[in-house]
């Protein structure tokens, strides 16, 4: 009689499926055996197929439209600085010219 041997083969591990995170823009699960998203520096998650196109590219507008509206805000402040500063000096020439030094500085 022959004895049966079972032939020695790989035996293929079942691969574990993480979760990796959820999208900031439409939080959507990120797993690690799809791929398809994106990590920034602030380890902020974003998919690249989201409801409205890609969520990383969104995000990256809005972040562009917030700056630009910042800058602008910032501009805004330092015109008002400006003519603020203008208008104290001209009324410091105005008094000078009328005799009002000893005037009481608040």
């Known amino acids: ?23 900031k823009e439409c939080n959507k699960q990120l797993m690690s055996d799809e791929g398809g998203w994106i990590v920034t520096h602030k380890k902020e998650y974003f998919c690249h ?27 805004g402040r330092k ?6 500063e203008s208008w104290k000096e001209k009324s410091k020439s105005i008094r000078k010219e009328k005799g009002y030094e000893n005037e009481i500085k608040r």
């Open 79 to 84: 015109k008002e600085v400006q003519l603020y």
């Open 1 to 23: 009689m022959q004895k049966v041997v079972k032939k020695k083969g790989w035996v293929k591990k079942k691969s574990t499926v993480l979760v990796c995170g959820y999208c």
């Open 49 to 75: 197929d989201g409801k409205d196109g890609s969520c990383f590219d969104n995000y990256c507008e809005l972040k562009y439209k917030q700056q630009q509206q910042e800058k602008q805000n910032a501009n």
